[in-house]
């Protein structure tokens, strides 16, 4: 009522720290082969708390929350911690701008993930070729820029939330007391999703550098998904978070950049950008169904399904209205 005022509070703080220690190398040798080394670590810590408080009746004169009748006072608490320590190291070879190489070689270890399984090595190597730069093509004036480029690496995503590799409790009620449950099962051998891509590439630019463009070639594999799989029940629960499966995306990007104008009073530049992917799940490491389909439900109508795209819907067919009492028909699984 009116003069029981409420107080309401409610406090989020996030804090993010991170160190970084490089060390860089790089020289020219004969005038030709250009190398750069280097060398690091990275550390990373992040947590988030959370505070709410509701006390209904608090004392205007002193709002706090101790001043509330203690029964109505309502609270909640949240608490997250996550760190990652990273070591790396690239090396860059260049040969007269004309020829490039690049490796990489990194290996990261998260909190996020199991006790047995915390750590995940990565890497990648590139190379380029730009032909626009060879003796041979000094009398192609109109061509400014002619490159080729291909890459394959290895690297790993730990887009998760905090403590799903471990086994939590709930609160729970029973016969009138409350207590504490298991409501999740622990996975120590939760570890990283791992991605292994190739890339075709071709940049060009002619007439001065005023048309320009690239074109790239791709695929992309994932191995180890993140996910939310059915156990069996004997187990006390319905499913367990772990690695899981494997997809593919495959796919084409175009882009084309062209100076309609170019004088030192006006620029205008229009562009164009095209790109196609396809996106096909291999494996989910599940039992098929009845019907010889190997899926997992990822929501009420949105299913992982091997040989499909990464999220498939599955609705029912609308078939009409039935005459005699106006209800929805709907098609069955045999097609009825």
Known sequence: NASSPTLQT?????????????????????????????????????????????????????????????????????FSNDTMLSFFGIADYNYDNRYFLQATLREDGSSLFGAKN?????????????????????????????????????????????????????????????????????????????????????????????????????????????????????TGFSTNFMNAGSMKNTGIEFQFDADIISTADMLWTVGFNIAHNKTKILDLAVDPDANGIQKIEAGSFMHYVVGKSMYSFYLPDYYGVNPSNGDALWVTEEGT
């Open 118 to 234: 915390k750590w995940g090595l990565f890497w990648s190597a590139s190379g380029s070729w730009n032909i626009s730069n060879e003796k041979w093509m000094d009398n192609a004036n109109w061509l400014d820029l002619l490159k080729i480029r291909a890459s394959y690496g290895l690297n790993g995503n730990n887009g998760i939330a905090a403590y799903r590799a471990y086994g939590v409790y709930a609160t729970a009620q029973n016969n009138g007391g409350v207590g504490m449950l298991p409501s999740r099962p622990s996975n120590e051998y939760l570890s990283w999703e791992k991605n292994s891509t190739w890339n075709v590439g071709l940049d060009f630019g002619v007439l001065g550098n005023r048309i320009r463009g690239s074109v790239d070639v791709y695929e992309r594999v994932t191995k180890d998904m993140l996910l939310d799989v059915k156990v069996p029940q004997t």
């Open 10 to 78: 409610t406090k989020s703080q996030y804090t993010n720290f991170t160190t970084s220690n490089t060390i860089n190398y790089s020289n020219v040798f004969g005038g030709y082969h250009s190398l750069r080394v280097l060398a690091g670590q990275e550390a990373t810590a992040y947590k988030y708390e959370y505070s709410y408080v509701y006390a209904p009746g608090v004392d205007a004169e002193i709002p706090y929350q101790n001043t509330a009748p203690q029964a109505n006072v309502e609270s909640e608490v949240g």
